[in-house]
């Protein structure tokens, strides 16, 4: 366990900005920075940083928290493991206090999944460097295929020996267990129970999550026997989720941010060439198709994406496949396509690094130029084949969510096509009138799935009055009061600390003002209600709490809480004045009508449904003279609803 010292040093130093933009590319809006939330798909951004509050929010999925949240959110670490990631970054070291034997093991559990992982790439690496067959089969084959030595070391290449468990018997002397070597998909256990060496004979490529840590293999055997795959890659496991993972991007994020581009390319020894040639913004969706969330993952660093894909027919026919996911979450897309056969690997090493830079920049084409040119040449004069294309290409260009870019690519498409612009743009809303109906009636299926009580007609009674003096009870108000018990602790959170100068008020903190005039208060609400009650113990203690108390709370409840009622997702621009001369006042000017108010609002609400209550029961009670008390009582609360109502201006019936 990481000792409180520790912990504080660690949340102290940890500045948020700097360990979410690691991972999401942040802009400056008003006092926040914003950014396309790393934890659900959007094209707008609603993830928000506050740089002042140390806390982040997405207003879109709702995830909000401190560095070590965002942490354990975005890589699904715990506690622990988010902290001693931050104290990596950071440069702390960690100080830990014993365990139970219990804690360290759930803890260690998933941790042990990438020690292992860690422990068989340094063997890897080991063996290629120092094992003698390592060194005659596994470095001789790097060097052949031209990678220099610092390129090799940086991706951390290694060789597994051709022995059936030489892994497993190095593992478990080390003292790692055989059940996390299986579980990693380092080792196959066969029928009989006998565990074996997966990648046993192969060069290795290891694969890196987003923070670097080794996560999975692949393994490229040298054999030529083709009973033998060539590429052998680890399986789904508790770390490692292929469809989540491009090759490369650890080494790459940096430069694809600085560039505002990601080349994208197929296998490992493509990303390692084009990395050689120090083009560094380099990924490969390797040992999977392209997936959705690969392609958001790039979205995350860059709009713009350049396709390095094969030039044989396998490799055109994947990029077009690959281009319509693409263009469909709005990213701009180039594609290169290498002469002869070639494949970034080969053509780099065929014309060196400088010409290689060359080629890419003077060739790579836009999309639309690039389908249309490959398809065009396949149908040749088949007039019959060019409408097909014709009409493939239309559908990419419907894939694209902005509309004056698809207007771009028609008129585009028109002249290269030589077919008129309008008549393409009708086969455009014909394709994307057929989709939005199709969405339709999906959305219309799913919703007859909800049966409507009422369907056959509302009941007989339900328009019926049972009591003609009720038209003049008070409206019926919502089952809690929610709303206004957490207005009162946003307000508590955002103003608390602040001291009152109000008429016949002084020297009182705006905190203890709240407190002093809701002491007769219950708050329903169960999570305001613990807050309030922390709250209450403080100051009762002699200590004024602080919003970060409960922002930074160990109770995830309680800071998802906090961190939601103090952000905002909007900013009032200073247009309003500059531009527009509008005075748009802040709730701060007039600080004693927003405290006020809020409490004013609540005990309304209190009220309110004390009234409602007093006439349920005076209309059930049969006593005349117990009907009496109630009716005194209900005339001494409506008394105090007036002038509530009074301060909040509202209307009153009488």
Request: aromatic share 10%; with cysteine.
């Amino acid at each position: 366990m990481i000792n409180q010292d520790t912990i504080g040093k660690i949340m102290d130093t940890a500045r948020i900005e700097e360990v979410v933009g690691d991972f999401v590319p942040l802009k400056k809006r008003g006092s926040s920075l914003i950014g396309n939330c790393p934890f659900h798909n959007e094209k707008t951004p609603s993830f928000h940083v506050s740089v002042a509050k140390g806390i982040y929010k997405c207003f879109g999925c709702g995830k909000g928290g401190d560095s070590v949240h965002f942490i354990m959110d975005h890589e699904k670490y715990s506690y622990p493991e988010a902290l001693k990631y931050l104290a990596n970054k950071y440069n702390i070291e960690v100080e830990e206090i014993a365990q139970s034997p219990q804690n360290i093991e759930a803890q260690n559990a998933r941790e042990s999944l990438y020690i292992v992982s860690e422990y068989a790439a340094n063997y890897f690496a080991n063996e290629l460097w120092t094992g003698e067959e390592g060194r005659a089969i596994g470095l001789s084959y790097f060097k052949e295929r031209g990678f220099r030595e610092d390129i090799v070391k940086k991706f951390q290449l290694g060789y597994s020996p051709d022995v059936w468990d030489a892994l497993i018997q190095s593992s478990v002397a080390a003292g790692h267990k055989e059940d996390y070597l299986e579980r990693t998909g380092l080792a196959i256990r066969n029928d009989k129970g006998k565990l074996y060496d997966r990648f046993r004979g192969r060069v290795m490529f290891p694969i890196h999550n987003f923070t670097g840590r080794i996560i999975g293999f692949g393994g490229r055997t040298l054999k030529t026997d083709k009973n033998v795959p060539k590429y052998v890659n680890s399986p789904e496991s508790e770390i490692y989720h292929k469809s989540n993972v491009l090759y490369g991007l650890f080494h790459a994020k940096k430069a694809i941010r600085d560039a505002d581009n990601c080349y994208l390319v197929e296998g490992y020894a493509d990303v390692l060439s084009v990395h050689q040639a120090g083009i560094e913004n380099v990924v490969a969706s390797s040992g999977t198709s392209l997936t959705t969330e690969q392609i958001r993952l790039i979205g995350r660093f860059t709009q713009n994406v350049t396709i390095l894909y094969d030039g044989d027919a396998a490799g055109i026919k994947a990029s077009l496949r690959g281009l319509d996911m693409i263009l469909e979450e709005g990213l701009n897309v180039k594609v290169v396509l290498f002469p002869d056969g070639h494949d970034p690997d080969s053509y780099m090493h065929h014309v060196g690094s400088g010409e290689f830079k060359k080629y890419i920049e003077n060739t790579r084409k836009d999309f639309i130029l690039y389908k249309a040119s490959i398809l065009l040449k396949e149908a040749g004069t088949d007039p019959i084949k060019r409408a097909g294309i014709i009409r493939d290409i239309v559908e990419s260009i419907a894939k694209i969510p902005d509309d004056i870019k698809a207007s771009v690519f028609i008129r585009e498409c028109s002249g290269l096509l030589q077919i008129e612009e309008r008549t393409l743009l009708s086969e455009l809303n014909k394709i994307r009138a057929a989709k939005f109906k199709k969405s339709s009636n999906t959305n219309n299926a799913q919703s007859q799935q909800f049966q409507n009580p009422y369907q056959d007609g509302p009941p007989d009674n339900l328009f019926e009055n049972p009591d003609p003096g009720a038209a003049l009870a008070p409206e019926a108000a919502p089952d809690n009061d929610q709303i206004q018990e957490r207005e009162i602790v946003r307000l508590l959170l955002a103003f608390g600390h602040e001291l009152v100068n109000w008429d016949k008020i002084d020297n009182m903190y705006i905190g203890s003002f709240i407190m002093q005039n809701l002491s007769d208060v219950t708050f329903e609400d169960a999570l305001c209600k613990r807050i309030i009650d922390i709250y209450r113990e403080e100051i009762e203690n002699g200590h004024l709490p602080v919003a970060n108390q409960f922002i930074k709370s160990e109770d995830r409840e309680i800071q998802d809480l906090a961190i939601t009622l103090s952000t905002s997702p909007y900013t009032l621009s200073d247009n309003w004045y500059n531009k527009h001369q509008i005075y748009v006042r802040d709730e701060t000017v007039n600080l004693k009508a927003t405290i006020l108010g809020g409490i004013f609002h609540l005990k309304k609400r209190k009220v309110d449904r004390m009234l409602l209550s007093l006439l349920q029961e005076i209309k059930t009670e049969e006593d005349s003279t117990n009907q009496e008390i109630l009716m005194q009582r209900y005339s001494f609360i409506k008394g105090v609803e007036k002038e509530i109502s009074k301060f909040l201006g509202s209307v009153i019936l009488k």
